[in-house]
């Protein structure tokens, strides 16, 4: 009797150290908590997701005195495509992501609203949806899915490059084999508009337009530049024929550890790194245009916009249906 006792002891002290009791783990106090994140994307140290991921990095370090460390894994070394770091993000295996929606929409299917061709004006436009309610709302929504929306940084609007010819019109562009996103409205779109799109993960992009498995992709300049793609591909028409959001995910599995002040922190200043990180991919665009025309890129910088609204137009009747023909003016009439 006495043994039994003295085990069930030594189990209960044990499973209290493990924190297993019962599954539900309070987040430690502030002052305990510590923690190494991973924080992951599909592009290069140098492109604006990682200027923005090191800000975030430091400031989060300094604010917290050490106690969160967070190391940056860019160039897809954690997954070779976004849609998979958002599941290793479901798994708890990686612990951030800053990324495009294109794939998100996946997991949250009410993201991909934003993904519908030429719904922003600009920049400014963007920052007002995206920063109001609109946008607050869709990152909430990320909550259904164990994934935790910080903010909103950016991707940019996004241009169609190509091996075969320069793509002023739809018509210029009838039949090109293009390598979309892993995204329904995308692949909606511009089926709609006579081209061939396929969905393929970024990280095989790049040898498949080298070995013309196809004839092109579309990404925002940042993308295309920092990936060299002039290399591999001879027109850059700037269609800027959707615009990409980048938001910054937790995934909850490392949230639901945090204690709500370093939550707070994260979210303040994932918020404050988002107007830095927009800026300094806009600013850096035109000169990245010059540069890579330099390289060797034919631009067409008067791509007839109208003409490729107007052809991508008849889908929009489908992105009605799925989204709401109310939801889409909102953020259309949004000033
Ligand atoms: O987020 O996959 C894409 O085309 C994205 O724009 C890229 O991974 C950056």
């Known amino acids: 009797m006495k ?7 030594v189990l209960v002290f044990a499973l209290s150290i493990l924190g297993c009791g019962g599954g539900n783990k309070q987040p430690a106090a502030q002052g305990e908590f510590k923690a190494n994140m991973k924080l992951t994307n599909t592009q290069t140290k140098d492109h604006p997701y990682n200027l923005g991921a090191q800000k975030f990095a430091d400031l989060i370090k300094e604010r917290t005195n050490g106690r969160i460390q967070i190391t940056i894994y860019p160039d897809s070394q954690l997954g070779k495509g976004e849609r998979e770091m958002l599941e290793s993000l479901q798994q708890g295996t990686i612990d ?28 400014a436009h963007v920052d007002k ?22 903010a909103f940084w950016e991707n940019g609007f996004r241009n ?14 009838k039949g090109l084999k293009i390598r979309v996103m892993e995204n329904k409205v995308h692949l909606l779109a511009f089926k709609t508009a006579g081209l061939n ?40 028409a700037l269609t800027g024929h959707v615009y990409s959001p980048a938001p910054i995910i ?41 540069e890579m025309e330099a390289k060797g890129f034919t631009v067409t910088r008067d791509v007839d916009k109208a003409a490729w609204q107007k052809a991508m137009q008849p889908a929009f009747a489908e992105f009605a249906k799925e989204f709401g023909k109310d939801k889409i003016d909102a953020i259309i009439n949004t000033k």
Request: hydrophobic residues 40%.
């Open 129 to 150: 949806v995206l920063d109001g309610p609109i946008g607050q709302a869709l990152l909430a929504d990320l909550g259904k899915s164990n994934l935790v929306g910080l």
């Open 197 to 236: 799109p396929t969905p393929m993960a970024w990280g095989e992009v790049y040898a498949a337009l080298q070995q013309k498995v196809i004839d092109g992709q579309e990404n925002p300049i940042a993308v295309i530049h920092s990936s060299k793609l002039y290399e591999v591909q001879k027109y850059l």
């Open 160 to 173: 169609l490059t190509n091996s075969r010819q320069a793509t002023k019109t739809p018509q210029d562009a």
């Open 250 to 290: 937790v995934s909850k599995k490392t949230w639901d550890k945090m204690p709500a002040a370093d939550q707070e922190l994260f979210r303040k200043t994932a918020l404050e790194v988002a107007q830095y990180q927009r800026k300094v991919n806009r600013d850096a665009e035109a000169a990245k245009i010059k």
């Open 3 to 9: 043994k039994l006792l003295a085990v069930a002891l």
């Open 96 to 123: 951030i992501y800053v990324g495009s929606t294109g794939p998100v929409g996946n997991f949250s299917p009410s993201m991909n609203i934003l993904d519908i061709p030429f719904m922003f004006r600009d920049g």
